[in-house]
Nanobody
Framework: EVQLQASGGGLVQAGGSLRLSCVASGFTIDDYNIGWFRQVPGKEREGISCMSSGDRRTYYVDSVKGRFTIASDNAENAVYLQMNSLKPEDTAVYYC???????????????????WGQGTLVTVSS
């Protein structure tokens, strides 16, 4: 069964760090673009980072550039999102998914994504 499971969320103070994990099963992450998304209740889901298949290039939306880092571990078949210098506006439910569109910030990112995990809540207190 193809699955992606996100974890690692929690409550952190502004300026703190968290590392989110996205563990894949049923497929090899290297064969797909893997995107990280977040959604605040009442707002649209936002694609914030992506790692492309094959060459593993990384992409970020401007709001997280320089603070978040996406990385992969083929042995673990997982993609991680290291989040530093967290801000209250980063508070959201974070998801990972396979996505043919690997352009964070582009509205179409996420529309054709598949295998959404259950999401993990990140809360940043001020």
């Amino acid at each position: 069964e193809v699955q992606l499971q996100a974890s690692g969320g929690g409550l952190v103070q502004a300026g703190g760090s968290l590392r989110l994990s996205c563990v894949a099963s049923g497929f090899t992450i290297d064969d797909y673009n893997i995107g990280w998304f977040r959604q605040v209740p009442g707002k649209e889901r936002e694609g914030i980072s992506c790692m492309s298949s094959g060459d593993r290039r990384t992409y970020y939306v401007d709001s997280v550039k320089g603070r978040f880092t996406i990385a992969s571990d083929n042995a673990e078949n997982a993609v991680y999102l290291q989040m530093n210098s967290l801000k209250p506006e980063d508070t959201a439910v974070y998801y990972c998914a396979r996505d043919p569109i690997c352009i964070p910030g582009l509205q179409v990112m996420g529309m054709h994504a598949e295998n959404w995990g259950q999401g993990t809540l990140v809360t940043v207190s001020s």
